[in-house]
Structures are given as C-alpha cells and as structure tokens.
C-alpha cells in the first residue's frame, strides 16, 4: 500500500507530464492503491484517482471500482469527498454506471451526504439527460425498495428544476417511456409522484398530451374491469386515480368515459363501498368526484342511462313528505332526515348532465314520476329554507376571526352548500326545467367576479325576488373564509325538520 508520501510523489509525475499523463500508467496505478490505505492515504485517493481518470481509459472500471469502494467507507468524511468526485467519471459510456451507482447512494441517511448524491446526479443530469435518467430508471425498475422510493421522489422534485435545453422533447419522451413501463406495477402513492413527473412535462400540457394522460390514468384504473365495492384495494385504486384525471379534464380533455363508469358500476353500489382509508366519508368521496368530473363531459352515448342512474340515486336522498294524520300532525314518529352534502353533489351531476338532454325530466320520465319528483324537490326546498335561515342568524355579524372557530367553519361551509342547492333546484322547478344556473361546488375555492358582472349563482335568498344593491357592503361580503377541502363534510350531513340547527339550539343564540 502507498504512503501519503508516494501518492504526492505519483501525483506530481502526472501533473508534470502534461500532454504524456498517459503514458504514466504505472503511477495512475499506485493513485488507485491508495484506496487501501489508511484514512489519509484514502482522502487524497479520492481526490487524485477522478483528476487522472479521462487520461487511462484502459484503467477505467479499476478507477470506478476504486472511487466506489471510498464511496462505501465507514469514514463519513471519505464517503463525502468521493461522492463530491463522481461526476467526473461520467463520460461516454461510463455516464450510465455512475448515475446508477448515484441513485443508489440516495440511500444514505446523512442529510449531508444525502444533499452531495442529489447535486451530482443533477450535474450529470445537465451533461447527458438521457444516460442519467437510464441509471435512475434501472434502480427504480430493480433496485432495492428504499433506493426505489428515493430516486421516484427525486425525480418528482428535481425534474421541475432543470432548464429547457436539458428536458428536451426526446428526453421527455424518454420519461415518459420508461414511466409507463413503472406504472405496471406500482403503489397508490407512486402513482401520485409519477402523475406529479409527468403532468410537469413540457410536452404534455398540450391537449394531446393531457389526453394522453387521462388514458395512462384511465388504464390505471382498470375501467375495463367490473368494479367490485367490496374489494377496500379496488376502491381505492379508482378514487386515487379518479383524483389524479380530474385535474386533468377540461373542455377539450373530456371526462365521459369516468362518469360513465361511475354511474354504471359506482353509483348503484354506493352503499356498499369498502376503503382502507379510517374515517373517510367514502360515498361523499365518490359523490364529490363525480359533480367535479360531470362539468367536463363530451359526447356520451349512454347519456339517457347515465341520468337516469343518477336520478335515480338523486331521489334516494330526497325524501317525499311524511303523510299527515286526520289532525294535521305527521303520521309517523320520525321527521326524514336531509343530507345536503350527498345532495349537492347528486343534483350538481345531474345538472350538468341535464344541459346535454334538456327535456330529460319532461320528455323521458312519466308523468306520474315527474309529479313524485316536482313533491320531493319542494319538501326538499322547504327545508332548506329554515336551514339557511337558521345558517345566516348564527353568522350574522361575525367576521375575520371569529368565522375561524371550527363551529363556525362548519356553519360557512353549511351555507355554500345550501345556497348551491336552492339555485340548483330553483332551475329543476322552472317550467319546462332550466339547466341555466352555474354555481361553484362548496369545497372548490369561489371565482373571483369582476366589478360589473353578475354571477349566475347570485341568488341566494329564500325564495324572495332579488333586492336592489345598497351602497354600503353587500350582507354576504363577510363569507370570505375558504374553508379546507371536505374536511367538515361529516358534521354537515344531517338535518331534521323538527329540530334546530345540529350543533345545537344554545349555538344559534351565539
């Protein structure tokens, strides 16, 4: 083994040798036994060995071997240096190898360490993209598990971060190829992180290739298959991809082969559903989906189906009134129970589906289910209406901080989706019905309406004309808490005629 002393001497007959460095071999040689040396003889070994490197392509996969063997020694500050130093070997075909020995080095637990593998994966990275991302793939595809997540996650954060001349459209396809060849078989929360990868692709926020995505997404989700409620993996396989498509679809992305599939295979066995997940409202989840993707479909052939499917569950949740007794009380003990959560979404589906075949209600219902539904919207609609009486009494006056307590979260929340289903079913009672009205879905943020503008959904009050605006603040101005996606949902999915608002009588004198 060399001493600290001929590695310097060896050192020096290489740097004198100038365009001859190749010629020297035998001194190369010696760089490259320091590796077994003591910590010394290692730490100028680390830094020597890639100096020479380009000069012995002979002595290439000995100098790799080298650096490697002090990028696994048990002195952290070795480990460092030769991390530091591998860049330097990644040319020509040489480039692949250290991007996989790179990725594996994302193991690490030194936050250090850590932090010098990812700036010399992204040097490399800016050298030769498509060889780098060849050694990544290879040990996400067959590397171990922990080395698997790793590199997954630094693509998802890294790739965003590197500039146009290195993600070109050939090496974007290339993400894109070896992606799909992952996809075949990953977890739900690889899915994510490689959705995250590959929506971020330049080449793919065309309409192609956002297209391309929903049906990456669509073959994700097995929506060949017949949906099995009971299988908590299955419905959580399609809830996970079903969110990754929606925000995907727009009006040239259409979603109409996922409302379908929803509606066919979903819809009738909501009841049933199974989920992993402990304490998700899983047939909220399914419903809040399917109003999101309902805005966005194109031409849908089983269209008449679909609505009917969906009026079908429609009425599930709207109760008809209870049958009075000969002394005008009601005949039973109970008062049927409102759930506006599940409503909203259902009716805003239904809505949406409803402007592509308007007369849906008048021309392919009979008239007797029509009559049944018209009774059911209107027993609906009166209990809305002391529903958001009761709402705007408990949050009348409070602003800022106070609309920030969880009760009053709730009541903010309460109120949005009231007020979306008073428009909604004020459109179905309009003769022949009306698909007119927009609103937008209570845990979706609120658009910003120019000064000027009227928003379709403006009307909210109980029934009463619109009043003339004053001058002074308009009384709903005070709404401007945007509360968390479905997180109060659970809290807001009753309501009995015969009893106060839910969070309790003392709450409403607040």
């Not at 399609?238 to 992305?253: E, H, M």
Request: with cysteine; proline share 5%; charged share 25%.
């Amino acid at each position: 083994m060399p001493t600290v002393e001929e590695l310097y001497r060896n050192y020096g007959i290489l740097a004198d040798a100038t365009e001859q460095v190749g010629q020297h071999k035998d001194a190369y040689q010696v760089i490259l036994d320091g590796v077994k040396g003591g910590t010394k003889e290692k730490r100028l070994a680390a830094q020597f060995i890639p100096k020479f490197f380009k000069h012995f392509p002979e002595l290439a996969d000995s100098a790799i071997n080298a650096q490697l063997d002090l990028c696994e020694d048990e002195d952290v500050s070795i480990r460092r240096q030769a991390i530091k130093e591998l860049p330097q070997f990644a040319t020509g075909e040489n480039l692949p190898r250290v991007a996989d020995i790179l990725t594996q080095l994302l193991q690490t637990d030194d936050s250090a360490e850590f932090n010098l593998v990812n700036n010399a994966l992204l040097s490399i990275f800016k050298m030769d993209a498509k060889g780098t991302l060849g050694g990544l793939f290879s040990q996400i595809l067959q590397g171990e598990d922990i080395v698997r997540e790793r590199a997954i996650k630094f693509l998802s954060t890294k790739l965003k971060t590197l500039p146009d001349e290195v993600l070109t459209k050939e090496v974007e396809e290339l993400i894109l190829t070896e992606s799909k060849k992952v996809l075949e078989d990953v977890t739900g929360e690889e899915f994510v992180l490689f959705m995250k990868i590959l929506s971020g692709l330049k080449s793919l926020q065309t309409v192609s290739g956002r297209q391309q995505l929903v049906e990456l997404v669509a073959e994700q989700a097995d929506l060949e298959q017949t949906f099995n409620p009971s299988d908590p993996d299955c419905v959580d396989r399609l809830l996970q991809c079903t969110r990754q498509a929606v925000p995907l679809f727009s009006k040239n992305v259409h979603s109409t082969r996922f409302v379908t599939y929803f509606c066919e295979q979903v819809l009738p066995n909501l009841g049933s559903l199974t989920t992993p997940v402990e304490g998700l409202d899983i047939q909220l989840e399914v419903l809040k989906l399917l109003a999101e993707m309902s805005s966005f479909c194109g031409d849908m052939e089983k269209l008449e189906t679909n609505l009917r499917k969906l009026f079908d569950k429609l009425l599930e949740y709207m109760p008809l009134p209870p049958e009075e007794a000969e002394n005008g009380e009601n005949a039973g003990n109970e008062e049927p129970k409102l759930q506006f959560s599940y409503v909203e979404c259902l009716l805003y589906s239904f809505h949406q589906l409803g402007r592509k075949l308007p007369d849906f209600l008048t021309a392919k219902l009979n008239a007797e289910k029509l009559k049944d539904f018209k009774i059911r919207l209107q027993y609906f609609a009166r209990g809305l209406q002391v529903y958001i009486r009761q709402l705007r009494l408990a949050l009348q006056g409070k602003t800022g901080e106070a609309l920030k307590t969880d009760e009053n979260k709730i009541k903010v929340v309460a109120l949005k989706i009231t007020n979306n289903i008073n428009v909604l079913i004020k459109d179905l009672f309009h003769i022949p019905p009306s698909y007119k009205s927009t609103v937008t879905l209570s845990w979706k943020p609120v658009q910003k309406v120019e000064l000027g503008q009227k928003r379709a959904s403006e009307d909210t009050t109980s029934g009463s004309p619109p009043k003339k605006s004053s001058a002074g603040p308009k009384r709903d101005a005070r709404q401007i808490y945007n509360p968390p996606s479905g997180k109060y949902s659970s809290n807001l999915g009753n309501f009995n005629y015969g009893e106060r608002f839910r969070l309790g009588t003392s709450s409403m004198r607040d």
